[in-house]
Nanobody, 120 residues
Framework: QMQLVESGGGLVQAGGSLRLSCTAS????????MAWLRQAPGKEREHVAH????????TYSRFVKGRFTISRDNAKNTVYLQMNSLKPEDTAVYYCAAERPRTVGIYDYWGQGTQVTVSS
């Protein structure tokens, strides 16, 4: 079992930056691919960014590419999401998730979510 705890959300003005953190306990974080997803009010949850176990392969949603950066520190069991040039449409609850081994896009463990609100 892996437990995930997000932090770093908050209220920021458009154009500002935030860094989200997600710290894992239990499980085998250093061999697990991780992702950030988000859900805005009235919308379906959507993928934001993904990082492989070693950190040398990342993918991004077209809506955030060039503005957001996913990274990880396996020594700290933590994955990060650096969000720059934030827009009001980035407002959502952001979740980190641990991907099931040998699958793509199936997540077994989720954090509780952290609210990001971007004001115009």
């Amino acid at each position: 079992q892996m437990q995930l705890v997000e932090s770093g959300g908050g209220l920021v003005q458009a154009g500002g930056s935030l860094r989200l953190s997600c710290t894992a306990s239990g499980g085998t974080f250093s061999t697990t691919a991780m992702a950030w997803l988000r859900q805005a009010p009235g919308k379906e949850r959507e993928h934001v960014a993904h990082i492989n176990w070693s950190g040398d392969s990342t993918t991004y949603s077209r809506f955030v590419k060039g503005r957001f950066t996913i990274s990880r520190d396996n020594a700290k069991n933590t994955v990060y999401l650096q969000m720059n040039s934030l827009k009001p449409e980035d407002t959502a609850v952001y979740y980190c998730a641990a991907e099931r081994p040998r699958t793509v896009g199936i997540y077994d463990y989720w954090g509780q979510g952290t609210q990001v609100t971007v004001s115009s």
